[in-house]
Nanobody, 126 residues
Framework: VQLQASGGGLVQAGGSLRLSCAAS????????VGWFRQAPGKEREFVAA????????YYADSVKGRFTISRDNAKNTVHLQMNSLKPGDTAIYYC????????????????????WGQGTQVTVSS
């Protein structure tokens, strides 16, 4: 499966963005999907994940209540709605897909994913 992330941009603190991750070559509903981010000089960190075949979603504590991950199976796309953005959310955001039915701890570990998109830059100004 090939992943294409889009929707990043420059936004003021308190604003919103919606990221999209479009899949091609396979049906997205057959994969667990995660969003990760990496800020300059920092390690990659988990943001959110959606379990395959379930409504279960997981979020990093830093984004819980502000970000929402959702699937649009008809469009073979996963979205990350980001509200109340903060300067600390500035990073390159990546989507990733994993086969099987991983448990929550696995879904929060970027090293366990099989496929990655190219990333989209999100910049939040203060």
């Amino acid at each position: 499966v090939q992943l294409q992330a889009s929707g990043g941009g420059l936004v003021q603190a308190g604003g919103s963005l919606r990221l999209s991750c479009a899949a091609s070559g396979s049906t997205f509903s057959n994969y667990a999907v995660g969003w990760f981010r990496q800020a300059p000089g920092k390690e990659r960190e988990f943001v959110a994940a959606s379990r395959r075949g379930s409504s279960s979603t997981y979020y990093a504590d830093s984004v819980k209540g502000r970000f929402t991950i959702s699937r649009d199976n008809a469009k073979n796309t996963v979205h990350l709605q980001m509200n109340s953005l903060k300067p600390g959310d500035t990073a390159i955001y990546y989507c990733a897909a994993k086969t099987g039915f991983p448990i929550m701890s696995t879904m929060m570990n970027g090293d366990m994913y099989d496929y990655w998109g190219q990333g989209t830059q999100v910049t939040v100004s203060s």
